[in-house]
């Protein structure tokens, strides 16, 4: 930990300060480097019976144990409803420790060649992919979401880590040449200490979609998960370790609401990138100001998928089913709002519902489920409630919507419900207007182009939005028109990490994944150089 302190000099207080204390606290508190839960303990666990004691923050290169304990709340397995562990929420003196060890890593890291952090990144990406299964099974466990998805999540994050490495070595500025034989170059610096705060809907691929662009660009970063889902963070931050990061380059704090202030307002982090919803983006907003700090914004989002009359029909149903049930509908540019061409409508809802009614419920660890639990009892109740308004209001419920009691007797306590299609739905339904982050699929008739893209665009949202044709300029056409910050035309989420992604309006700004994320996660530094004499009007 002491050498983390080189490179500091008297004239540089904040660098004294780290260093002072990063002695201090190495002397307070030593991390654990044993793993949160051996592989073979995860191979060998099953639904409703891995309980996680450990300590689930990691700063300094290991896992630290909370330093009060008093405030501890319980994290439940959606499938059975058992406790899984207990979250700890950092207080101040915690989150400091972690922003200081992130700070004194990047002095290190920022100062690698980016073929040199490429190469750190790539043996964190081949870890991960040697341990898919094993993180795949805890994200299941901690989630709800079926084994299936949590491996396709599991892939998704390492690729993303390769994708940045790659990119990692490619960084560079450019060479301006001025008149007299001047010149000017640019440079493209890390920020700094980044934070990463993220939702509970893909804890573990969040983490790495927030980390994998900040590491390659000489950032540290720290991250807060969402307190329902603490677990597998912890595990990226113990396999970008044993990958060979500085110490304290990539740090978990749990907590909710107000550890996730503390990492906003602290003077050392430089940039806050945030996954959740629009009441909780616009807080990070606002305390991101106060401190002039960049922020990343991947918000909720009401998103439209238009179907015309001249789709390929299966391909369009099975476009709408991925649009809506992956994950339990718990994911963030659904497309919720099925707009489909009226001569169709009748046809699209018979086979919509016949496919939805066979989606296999159930233990999200085996491979033959496609469908697992929510969240939470209560996210699972809100949820329900938004069905019960959308019949009160006149909708129609083809199928679905109900509380699903598994028979297996050990997910008798788990929160699950039979995804639903509902019918006979206008553009002022509540079930229609808000996000329900759900398994619920509203379905509107339309007439023509021109008045579904005003209906498709009339929401405050602009996460996503897709289009089935077999008009290839209507399609583009469509894709121009829709105010939305992907567009997906004859499919619909499809998020490979070459691909930039963000909102439109209030779905948020700024992108994750792509290389333009590149721009997020760095600054450019113009350098002048006068290569004669001064040309001085004084
Ligand atoms: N656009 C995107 O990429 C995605 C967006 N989401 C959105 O996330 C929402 C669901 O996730 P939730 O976890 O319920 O969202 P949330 O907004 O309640 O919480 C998100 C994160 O922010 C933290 N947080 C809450 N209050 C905070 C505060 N005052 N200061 C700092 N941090 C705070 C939470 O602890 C959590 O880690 C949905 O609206 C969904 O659409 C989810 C996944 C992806």
Known sequence: MISQGEGKTEKDPVQLRCFTYTLIFTKMAQPLRTPVLPAAVIRSASTGTLEVKEPLNFW???????????????????????????????????????????????????????????????????????????????????????????????????????????????????????????????????????????????????????SAPALACGNAMVFKPSPMTPVTAVMLAEIYAQAGVPEGLFNVVQGAAETGTLLCHHPLVAKVSFTGSVPTGKKIMEMSAKGVKPVTLELGGKSPLIIFKDSELDNAVKGALMANFLSQGEVCCNGTRVFVEREILPKFLEEVVKRTKAIPIGDPLLDGTRMGALISRPHLDRVLGFISQAKKEGARVLCGGEPFVPTDPKLQGGYFMSPCVLDNCTDDMTCVKEEIFGPVMSVLPFDTEEEVLQRANNTTFGLAAGVFTRDVARAHRVAENLQAGTCFINNYNISPVEVPFGGYKMSGFGRENGQVTIEYYSQLKTVVVEMGEVDSLF
């Open 60 to 210: 300094c290169g290991g896992r630290m144990k909370p330093k009060d304990e008093k405030n501890a709340e319980r994290v439940y397995e959606p499938a059975t409803g058992h406790v899984l562990c207990e979250m700890v929420p950092c207080g101040a003196e915690e989150v400091d420790q972690a922003v200081q060890s992130a700070h004194s890593a990047y002095l290190k890291w920022s100062k690698m060649a980016g073929m040199e952090r490429a190469r750190v990144m790539l043996e964190a990406a081949r870890i991960i992919r040697e341990q898919r299964d094993e993180i795949a099974k805890m994200e299941v466990i901690n989630n709800g979401k079926s084994i299936t998805e949590a491996r396709v999540d599991i892939d998704v994050a390492w690729q993303c880590i390769e994708y940045y490495a790659g990119m990692a070595g490619t960084l560079a500025g450019q060479h301006i040449q001025l008149p007299g034989g001047a010149f000017a170059y640019t440079r493209r610096e890390p920020l700094g200490v980044c934070v990463g705060i993220g939702a509970w809907n893909y804890p573990f691929q969040i983490a790495a979609w927030k």
